[in-house]
């Protein structure tokens, strides 16, 4: 993990991300920032999108295609984000999903010199529509404050992670999760600057549907954490699909009841067309079909994530908590982990596979410049120097 100088670093979490993927990466080598560095992080795609890399004209210098299976048993978004700031060599880290495009060639010079500034920027975010579906999409993710749709999680400076971590055991919520922790223990906030890309949303109602399944089945992880802001999460994302079941079910028991819980849920639907930055065509369609069908599947979602939490209770009970971890506790993880480290013996493939595990049980105690220095790279394969001496 080794700064150079101005170097930046692009780092992209990708997953069938499709022609998604090449013209992000397209997008960003027309960037007129250098010296830039490209880092895909793949969490085993088997759409061709990542083999498509390899066929780009002229050949990329400064790409590089990490597997997150080479590095450990957890997969997502977060969990290859951590990869890539580990494999990276920039000073400057950028984040883009494969949904990203990188419209403005001087985006990167942008960002690197505000970064300059302040350790944590954002920029606009131009909508890319093609579908009814993601117009709408891209309403319930307009920032009224900002008058606009924003990447919040765009640019930091690397001495940012040498506190904290994205944590790799969150799906739905490992970005705001993040920004939390960097207010409650860095007091860092990030600055939006004049600069944009551009961005698709989810496409079609199949994309909606596992799009609301997976939010809720990893949004299990996340109540688990925050509590009461988990609950609120879960009452914004089905509290209207939860008030109709509920009115329904009390319909034959006490009407009264049944009534009020379905009038909360159209207070929910109303509220949200009210608050909502602009208003489309159809847009209490979309608020309905989004209430009804979307918060039902993520409450599905939820309920599954629920049973998989319940059936690895000891699993989960044994495994090192997210957050900080004390001398003993971090001396008692790495032995059981990264077995012979005090030898500085290199890990085999057996070791390597709950490293990411281990990635994720860091996120905030001492400096981590020393734990991070522990690491090495060598062929883009992780090993491991004693860090208990």
Not at 49 to 71: G, M, N, T
Not at 295 to 302: K, M, Q
Request: proline residues 3%; positive net charge; contains cysteine.
């Amino acid at each position: 993990m080794v700064s150079e100088g101005k170097l930046a670093t692009i780092i992209v979490p990708a997953l069938n991300g499709g022609e998604n993927l090449v013209r992000l990466v397209e997008s960003a080598l027309k960037q007129t920032y250098a010296p830039l560095e490209i880092l895909v992080v793949d969490g085993g795609s088997t759409d061709g999108s990542v083999e498509a890399l390899s066929r780009l004209r002229p050949e990329p210098k400064h790409l590089r295609v990490l597997q997150e299976s080479a590095f450990g048993s957890l997969r997502g978004p977060a969990n290859a984000r951590n990869l890539g700031v580990m494999n990276s060599k920039g000073r400057y880290l950028f984040f883009f999903d494969v949904d990203f495009e990188l419209t403005d060639e001087e985006l990167v010079y942008k960002a690197r010199e505000a970064l300059d500034i302040h350790p944590w920027v954002g920029v606009r975010v131009i909508p890319r529509i093609d579908t009814w579906l993601e117009f709408h999409a891209s309403i319930d993710d307009y920032r009224r404050d900002l008058r606009c749709n924003v990447h919040t999680y765009c640019g930091f400076r690397r001495d940012i992670f040498e506190r904290l971590m994205f944590d790799a055991t969150l799906g739905l919520g490992e970005d705001g999760d993040l920004r939390r922790r960097a207010e409650q223990n860095l007091s860092l906030q990030p600055i939006h600057i004049d600069a944009s890309c551009e961005r698709h949303f989810v496409h079609t109602i199949g994309q909606w549907r596992r799009q609301a399944f997976w939010y809720g089945r990893t949004h299990v992880r996340f109540i688990s954490k925050w509590k009461v802001w988990g609950v609120q999460v879960l009452a914004l994302r089905a509290g209207a699909f939860l008030s109709l079941i509920a009115s329904l079910i009390l319909a034959s028991l006490w009407l009264p009841l049944s009534v009020a819980f379905l009038l909360l849920s159209l207070a929910r639907i109303l509220g949200a067309y009210v608050y909502s930055a602009r208003r489309g065509r159809c847009r209490i369609g979309y608020l309905l079909l989004r209430e009804s069908y979307w918060g039902g599947v993520f409450f599905l979602g939820f309920m599954a994530g629920l049973v998989e939490a319940i059936m690895s209770h000891h699993e989960t009970t044994t495994t090192p908590s997210v957050g900080f971890i004390s001398p003993q506790a971090k001396q008692k993880a790495y032995g059981t982990i990264l077995h012979g480290s005090k030898s500085n013996k290199p890990i085999n493939r057996v070791d390597r596979v709950d490293l990411t595990k281990l990635l994720a049980t860091k996120t905030f105690g001492e400096s981590s410049s020393k734990w991070l220095s522990s690491f090495h790279r060598s062929d883009s394969i992780p090993q491991i120097v004693s860090c208990l001496a």
